[in-house]
């Protein structure tokens, strides 16, 4: 009998497979303010976690800018949907203080996926743990 991998299964073998990836368990997520060089405050992400390979303690940040209405639907729909940990409830804070004072809403992905970006890792991708089931 053939198994059909899902989406998620696929997408983290396909990164495993890339040599510019960083592939790793999100064991921890923090949500802070961050201040550009022009004073303005963008809402920073950092996912850590651990690798495989040989340097086991991965660390990716991911900025949001929450100025414009466009980076705010942006911002609700590529993280707040899918991190949010209590859907029936909606989530509608979005500055980054606010964000900040409620990232306790938010879960952990169980995998994160980036890929060199200049010298940077950039996130790719998160996998959830419900998308394996």
């Known amino acids: 009998m053939r198994r059909h ?3 998620s299964y696929k997408k983290l ?8 990836a960083l592939v790793f368990e999100c064991k921890d997520m923090q949500l ?3 201040k550009t060089q022009d ?5 920073k992400i950092t996912y850590s976690g651990e690798t495989n390979d040989d340097n086991p303690h991965a660390l990716v940040h991911e900025f949001w800018s929450l100025t414009t209405k466009k980076q705010k639907q942006n911002f609700a729909e590529q993280f707040v949907r899918p991190h949010l940990a209590d859907k029936h409830n909606p989530f509608e804070e979005s500055s980054p203080t606010k964000v900040v004072n409620h990232q306790h809403r ?10 060199k970006s200049g010298r940077f890792w950039k996130v790719r991708d998160k996998i959830f ?4 089931n």
């Open 106 to 115: 938010f879960r952990l992905p169980l995998f994160v996926i980036a890929r």
């Open 39 to 43: 004073g303005k405050s963008q809402l």
């Open 13 to 20: 073998r396909d990164a495993l497979n890339l040599k510019d």
């Open 129 to 132: 743990p419900d998308e394996l």
């Open 5 to 7: 991998l899902s989406g």
């Open 32 to 34: 802070a303010v961050h």
